[in-house]
């Protein structure tokens, strides 16, 4: 029956433009805005995987409520009632056992790499240029083999942070507002009334990130000395060698431990919940374009086969069963869903390419990526192909089951009538 | 006998009422039966009921002693494939499809599309149709049309061609044409023609005809011989089968 299928679409031509259209535009828009979305979303998660590291483990921030101290004060049993109730932090700011981390980072086979630090908020100063910015503290070597930063350098190498001593890897954004460059020198306090420290600036990224570019990074000697805090650390970054078990293995760590642990995806929940609301608008946007080309095919089939009843009692006569008829008509909108579907794959396929060449000049990213990103990600095709299929598909089905319900006989009686 | 109908009737429209009823009656292998009768005497009901195309509301139909009503859907699907051809009139052909591929419409369901192609070709040279095989039927005059509708309903030389009005919608010398063509196919292919008509002209090449009045068999016009539901009617020689038309 596909024979006869097609001939009735090419019979139909701008009826079946029309449906064509439909799916075409529906599966080529999917395709489209799916890529853009996903392939910024991809930028963005590929930052926050490998910028930051894939596992953070800090020391826990325990805040006082109105009864956490009644215990230590009065026994476990007593009823206490604060005229002034206790308030503020009830932890240190450090993790309190850091070497007893380190073993069990190095004896686990998940673990690529870790990276002690230590981050103090600091104020940077050159000359009468000023900048309060949070500068991190950790040894270059594995800091680069946990995060991607050593491949955002642009000017020196952040290796060479540890060399000497008092040197600094400045984000691009931090730079520019000190005005310095590197091998120039930035003075270092912990605020206007702590002492000042001299750094030299070894090195300089761009991630594209405004807000990683505005860090600062330390050997963690020289940060532990600037916050008067030797030999301890408030954070490990570390690095899985798959980042996808990072939730899980955060997860087990954390019910281990007394410090937080969180994995690259708990502390950016956040930005899920968009990438979520991103998804429901694009779905609906799209499923609503979809629903559409299905009603222009619905319609425009179910006129078929009103129109084409005769044929149907004809066939019948000849021996074409209920089922032929059926698939003569279901096989009119799968061809439809089949041909628009692969050309709208095809054509959103070639203008991604062109929509990459489209050049960004503003926004977070502009010093990042200088254009638009888009994804090419099979299952996008894969989603956008079965939604216009299926879409082609249900709205055939109607028709075609209708069309297998007429009685032959009684289209015959009225012809002759 | 090939077909044979037992008190056959057929209920019809809200609230029912009996289109046909009581009809008996046998129709002999090989045999030209014409039914006549005047417009909704239940003429074409009755041919309708025998062909397989329409069930009965009461009474049974058989047809080389199978029970039309005890088969399944896909059993009556082929046997109208390959027993049946059915002859309207209107031509009800497919618009989208040319003279030869509408021929072949049936042999396409059969499988059998390439293996008919050259008897294909035989019907339209005989029916007057050479050299118009690659045409639509929007290309064709009405006579081409009806003549080409009878080439796709003995493309699978089925026993059986069922007719229901096939003048209905021709001029006279296309009427005769047609009625020839039914009348030759049934003498030389031995196939049995039952053929619907209000022309009493054209009902008189049959070997046999039966009148239908209100639904019910009437007096037989120009029947003799063997016996159709105590009716009289002509005897049919057996006509030779065989050969291609």
């Known amino acids: 029956m596909i024979f006869l299928a097609v001939r009735y679409l090419v019979a139909r031509r701008r009826q079946t433009l029309l449906m064509l259209l439909g799916v075409f535009f529906g599966s080529a828009a999917f395709v489209l805005i799916s890529g853009v979305m996903l392939g910024f979303r991809g930028y963005l998660v590929n930052q926050l995987i490998n910028t930051s590291g894939h596992i953070h483990i800090a020391a826990r921030e325990e805040f006082l409520t109105d009864h956490s101290l009644d215990a230590s004060f009065y026994g476990p049993l007593a009823r206490v009632f604060w005229r002034v109730p206790p308030s503020g932090r009830k932890d240190s700011a450090m993790i309190e056992q850091p070497q007893a981390w380190y073993q069990r980072l190095k004896a686990d086979p998940r673990v690529v790499a870790f990276s002690p630090q230590l981050t103090a908020g600091v104020l940077f100063s050159k000359g009468k240029a000023t900048a309060t910015a949070t500068l991190i503290g950790c040894d270059p070597e594995q800091q680069v083999r946990v995060t991607t930063i050593g491949d955002y350098v642009t000017a020196g190498r952040f290796q060479d942070v540890a060399a000497g001593g008092g040197r600094l890897a400045l984000g691009e954004e931090l730079r520019r507002k000190l005005g310095v460059n590197v091998g120039q020198d930035v003075r270092v306090s912990l605020g206007p009334a702590g002492g000042v420290v001299p750094f030299r600036v070894a090195a300089v990224f761009t991630t594209g990130n405004r807000l990683l570019d505005e860090l600062s990074y330390g050997a963690l000697a020289d940060v532990q000395k600037v916050n008067g805090t030797p030999n301890q650390v408030n954070e490990i970054v570390v690095r899985l060698a798959d980042h996808a078990l990072s939730a899980q293995v955060a997860t087990t760590w954390a019910a281990l431990s007394p410090e937080k642990v969180e994995s690259w995806d708990q502390r950016n929940a956040y930005i899920f919940d968009v990438f979520k609301i991103q998804d429901t608008v694009r779905y609906s946007s799209i499923g609503a374009v979809m629903i559409v080309a299905a009603f222009g095919i619905y319609n425009v089939l179910a006129m078929t086969v009103m129109q084409k009843r005769r044929d149907i009692a004809i066939l019948r006569s000849m021996g074409y069963s209920t089922r032929d008829i059926v698939v003569l008509f279901l096989s009119q909108g799968l061809l439809l869903g089949l041909s628009g579907t692969s050309l709208g794959l095809l054509a959103g396929y070639v203008i991604s390419f062109y929509l990459e060449t489209i050049r960004l000049n503003a926004g977070p990213i502009e010093s990042g990526i200088a254009h638009i990103l888009v994804s090419r990600d099979p299952s996008i095709y894969l989603q956008a192909a079965a939604l216009a299929f299926a879409a082609a598909s249900i709205a055939s089905i109607l028709p075609a089951r209708a069309a297998g319900r007429l009685p032959p006989i009684e289209i015959i009686r009225a012809g002759a009538e | ?245």
């Open chain 2, 1 to 245: 006998m090939a077909i044979i109908a037992r008190s056959i009737g057929k209920r019809l429209g809200e609230p029912p009422s009996d289109i046909l009823s009581g009809v008996s009656m046998e129709v002999r292998d090989r045999e030209f039966l014409s039914i006549t009768g005047r417009s909704g005497s239940g003429k074409s009901t009755l041919l309708y009921l025998l062909s397989s195309l329409d069930t009965v509301s009461s009474g049974a139909v058989e047809i080389d002693g199978q029970d039309l009503g005890a088969m399944s859907p896909e059993e009556l699907c082929f046997f109208r494939n390959r027993q049946v051809g059915f002859v309207f009139q209107f031509h009800y052909l497919l618009s989208e499809l040319s003279a030869i591929e509408n021929v072949l419409m049936p042999a396409r369901k059969a499988g059998e599309e390439e293996t008919r192609r050259a008897y294909a070709f035989n019907l339209l040279e005989e029916f007057g149709l050479a050299g118009k095989s690659d045409r639509l039927p929007r290309e064709l005059s009405g006579g081409e049309l009806q003549r080409l509708a009878i080439a796709r309903s003995l493309i699978m030389r089925p026993k059986y061609l069922f007719a229901d009005e096939p003048t209905g919608s021709l001029d006279t010398a296309n009427g005769e044409l047609v009625v020839g063509i039914l009348r030759r196919i049934n003498q030389r292919d031995g196939t049995t023609v039952l053929m619907v008509t209000h022309d009493s002209g054209f009902a008189a090449a049959a070997d046999r005809q039966i009148r239908l009045a209100d639904g019910r068999l009437g007096e037989a016009d120009t029947s003799v011989g063997a016996s159709a539901n105590g009716r009289t009617d002509r005897s049919v020689a057996p006509h030779d089968r065989g050969g291609s038309l």
